[in-house]
């Protein structure tokens, strides 16, 4: 059994996603389109609802 | 990690997956760049910055965001007036101190084999120009929520202060505008100099006698210029000069989400956001009035509903149960927002300096090609399709997916969901052959 993982989209899921099979002894290949990672998320100021900030 | 790639083939099946990827090319060596920045300071060609909604400006190579992973610079090929336009320059390249610069450089081809497959994809947001009455991309003074975002943001175009996008671009032009008018100027003084007489004096005259000859009709020409740029200049100050920060903001809700004529289904975190939005901009400005204009507010999730309550409570937002009619505007690029009252039954109307559409979140552009590549199916709202007994299983053995490219969700429950995609795929790669089977043919 092939034991690496693709996962595609670099945003708050797939980055979560992959830390967690990473976590688990998983060999993870994230691809992501844009040049950087973050996806959405990164261009958020504050989440809710406890206003923290989101980077 | 690969950044800037994308999946271009899949054969095999589960435990057994051949992938193609192109990695594209970035002109720039990752293991050189050090991520200082200096081509970008020299970079002759500027473009607008997608990272901030086009209201900051960029270079032609840049960094998507100044924090991103990883920080290697890239090369805009279509913007860079060496790879794009054919033109000389290198100036990139020059400046370089590590020799990261590889105008050359081409896509790779890359093939991986990988037992299974997380789709997170993501969503894209609702293109608020195909609600005509809201004025969106017309009205100036009407912005999406996300690109409300950024001007909130300390790092953002605006260092985090809020004012008109109208009063901002004015602002913006006025070098431009000044640098105009002093040319303008300068090729009057030419004239002058040649017939020894002052530019007004000869108008007066030109205009009295209507005088004959080509420099005349030319330098006649050249003032009506100066005056014409010279008048738009002081208007332009004049605006700047009564700029101030956007007091009066409301939002819509449901922009293209739960819409028969767009979207059926609800984006779900857009009534939080809005929230927060509004909350955030009364942080940054006590006085500031903010309304949220909305069929309902939709507070799901942990600690949601409370947030609604403190924002009206605590921090005064005003929430008016309607659906916005439309978005119109005044000769002082005032937007108005009219709508229904539906408890008191009369049209209203609400005069602001910004308004923030929430718009809705649609299936990513990327979904149906992906969905196309692995053989997936997706539902009726063009998401990839799961079963509500097994959230995260698509109609392909091995292949998961996670957060909005299964549906709208917010970050809490993307990254539950996430976590769960990864158990999921954990079980199908380390599961003895029956059990992996068995997790299999359920969704099968």
Known sequence: ?????????????????????AEMGFKVNLVEKLPSIGGKMSQLDKTFPTNDCAL | ?????????VEGDVGDFRVTVR????????????????????????????YNMGFANAKAIYRYFAQGIPSTYTIDAKACRQLGQGKKCGVCARICQAGAIDHKQE?????????????????????????PEYGYGRIPNVVTALEFERFLSASGPTDGHVYRPSDLKARNALPEMEKAVQKAARDLEKYEQR????????????????????????????????????????????????MHGAHRIAFIQCVGSRDIRFNRHCSVFCCMHAIKEAMIAREHDKEAEVYILGM??????????????????????RYIRTRVAEVTEEADRTPVIWYEDTKERIVKKIPLDLVVLSTGCEPSPATKPLAGLFGLEVNDFGFFKTKASSPVDTTRPGVFVCGCAQAPM???????????????????LSGSEPMRLASCKEIG
Not at chain 2, 23 to 48: F, I, L, M, W
Request: charge should be negative; hydrophobic fraction near 40%.
């Open chain 1, 1 to 21: 059994m092939n034991r690496e993982v693709l996962v595609i989209g670099g945003g708050i899921a797939g980055i979560q996603a992959s830390l967690d099979l």
């Open chain 2, 1 to 9: 990690m690969l950044a800037y790639s994308e999946v271009e083939k």
């Open chain 2, 23 to 50: 990695k594209k090319a970035r002109y720039v060596d990752e293991g050189k760049c050090t991520g200082c920045g200096a081509c970008a300071e020299k970079c002759p060609t500027v473009v607008s910055d997608a």
């Open chain 2, 107 to 131: 896509d790779q081809i890359l093939e991986m084999s990988v037992g299974a497959v997380i789709l997170a994809t993501g969503y894209e947001l609702f293109d608020a120009r195909r609600i």
């Open chain 2, 195 to 242: 017939f020894s007489r002052t530019s007004d004096d000869f108008m007066a005259q030109f205009e009295r006698e209507s005088l004959e000859g080509d420099d005349y009709v030319k330098w006649a020409a050249q003032v009506k210029e100066h005056r014409s740029l010279a008048a738009g200049l002081a208007k332009a100050k004049e605006v700047v000069e009564k």
């Open chain 2, 296 to 317: 309902d507010i939709r507070a799901v999730g942990k600690g949601s509903e409370e947030y609604r309550v403190r924002g009206a409570k605590e921090v005064g937002l």
């Open chain 2, 410 to 428: 917010d970050i809490p429950e993307s990254v539950a969901q996430a976590s769960s995609a990864a158990a999921r795929a954990a079980q199908v």
